[in-house]
């Protein structure tokens, strides 16, 4: 005991001084640690952001695989299915053809996963850098630490030899008083075999307790027989509680059993409700396919007005053109009556003007005796008279002549004026072209805007058909599923009885 006392002492005040070294120690590593923890935040966020965008990815597999499974089923369908020849290998280059889309998708996707993984690869070795480098930071705490372990560790080993020391003293005071008891009742009985047994057994007991006592080495074989019977009791107890655990395993069986019955029944459920479910969305889509014909319709209808549209306005434009060409000729006629009517007046004229000249004619070609005897009084009297009616002529041929100036005049302005009408009716064909011209181009776009729509409702459709199929795929599947479930049901309620 003053031994066990002393190397209390001893290892008390080695943990003192292992204490006072871990402070200073610890003092000079916490600045260190404090610029690697922030880095390893850090890395760790960088972590988790490309972790998710793994999981992303991941979904796009999964995604684009349970295309390829529903694609890989239309196949089987396909093949099942009695259909000419030329359908089922324009069925199957379609579905190749999707299939090759679908692998080049896969690809690009598994190559953008091998991408984030590398990251992640160099991430990891990253922060397992930084994990050396704080371990090595910490390596004297962590020194020190088992340093102190290990003495604990020590000092309860002293305590237990101690005790186990003790324990077998006792155990073996109690063989003894037992052998001592067994002895006295053979005594009684007069058994002489049994008495030499007890006998070399006390014997030995006496041994092993002068051994104990002297503190030879022989006590270690005397503590190694004492764990042995130990360890038979620890067996005989596992035994038993591994007993127990095989029945509560059998409950738990029994109970996990009825769980999956629940389970399957709550299945079957599910599937008659999706079922009901899909057929309502069956329903649905045909009433949407049915408002999408519909839709098309009137929009083809409203792309044959448009279409018609053009050819009236070019219509319309060809009877203007025709009213204005009978304008014109209306107008050339009127000017050729007028210039005929100027002609017929001219025409007048010149013959006024030889009637004069041939009155005149005589007079002045007659000698001058004769003029001068007609230039008598009764003579100049006829003469006047004939001179005033000359003159008088010759008035009206004077205003004659300007009637026909007038009307040249008027004939001219008659002519601009046609002039200027044939070009406001030049201008005013060129804008009614330039609105047609407006007008085609907004009936080119209203018609590539119902081209767009035709397609958005093409896409529509298509898109409802895949729904459509993918709906009858499901209730196919679901249809083969149920009786497979009513199989194990059947199977499971056999097993439970």
């Given at each position: ?259 999956l019955l629940l389970l399957l029944l ?131 041929l004077l205003l004659l002549l300007l ?95």
């Amino acid at each position: 005991m003053i031994m066990i006392t002393t190397t209390k002492t001893t290892t008390n005040t080695t943990t003192s001084t292992t204490t006072t070294t871990t402070s200073t120690t610890t003092t000079t590593t916490t600045t260190t640690t404090t610029t690697t923890t922030t880095t390893l935040l850090l890395l760790l966020l960088l972590l988790l952001l490309l972790l998710l965008l793994l999981l992303l990815l991941l979904l796009l597999l999964l995604l684009l695989l349970l295309l390829l499974l529903l694609l890989l089923l239309l196949l089987l369908l396909l093949l099942l299915l009695r259909l000419p020849l030329l359908l089922q290998l324009l069925l199957l280059l379609l579905l190749l053809l999707l299939l090759l889309l679908l692998l080049l998708l896969l690809l690009l996707l598994l190559l953008l996963l091998l991408l984030l993984l590398l990251l992640l690869l160099l991430l990891l070795l990253l922060l397992l850098l930084l994990l050396l480098l704080l371990l090595l930071l910490l390596l004297p705490l962590l020194l020190l630490l088992l340093l102190l372990l290990l003495l604990l560790l020590l000092l309860l080993l002293l305590l237990l030899l101690l005790l186990l020391r003790l324990l077998l003293l006792l155990l073996l005071l109690l063989l003894l008083l037992l052998l001592l008891l067994l002895l006295l009742r053979l005594l009684l009985l007069q058994q002489q075999q049994l008495l030499l047994l007890l006998l070399l057994l006390l014997l030995l007991l006496l041994l092993l307790l002068r051994l104990l006592l002297l503190q030879q080495q022989q006590l270690f074989i005397l503590l190694l027989l004492l764990l042995l019977l130990l360890l038979l009791l620890l067996l005989l107890l596992l035994l038993l509680q591994l007993l127990l655990l095989l029945l509560l395993l059998l409950l738990l069986l029994l109970l996990l059993l009825l769980l999956l019955l629940l389970l399957l029944l709550l299945l079957l459920l599910l599937l008659l409700l999706l079922l009901l479910l899909l057929l309502l969305l069956v329903l649905l889509l045909l009433l949407l396919l049915l408002l999408l014909l519909l839709l098309l319709l009137q929009l083809l209808l409203l792309l044959l007005l448009l279409l018609l549209l053009p050819l009236l306005l070019l219509l319309l434009l060809l009877l203007l053109l025709l009213l204005l060409l009978l304008m014109l000729l209306l107008l050339l006629l009127l000017l050729l009556l007028l210039l005929l009517l100027l002609l017929l007046l001219l025409l007048l004229l010149l013959l006024l003007l030889l009637l004069l000249l041939l009155l005149l004619l005589p007079i002045l070609l007659l000698p001058l005796p004769l003029r001068l005897l007609l230039l008598s009084q009764r003579v100049l009297l006829s003469l006047r008279l004939q001179l005033l009616l000359l003159l008088l002529l010759l008035l009206l041929l004077l205003l004659l002549l300007l009637l026909l100036l007038l009307l040249l005049l008027l004939l001219l302005l008659l002519l601009l004026l046609l002039l200027l009408l044939l070009l406001l009716l030049f201008l005013l064909l060129l804008l009614l072209l330039l609105l047609l011209l407006l007008l085609l181009l907004l009936l080119l776009l209203l018609l590539l805007l119902l081209l767009l729509l035709l397609l958005l409702l093409l896409l529509l459709l298509l898109l409802l058909l895949l729904l459509l199929l993918l709906l009858l795929l499901l209730l196919l599947l679901l249809l083969l599923l149920l009786p497979l479930l009513l199989q194990l049901l059947l199977l499971e309620a056999t097993f439970i009885v």
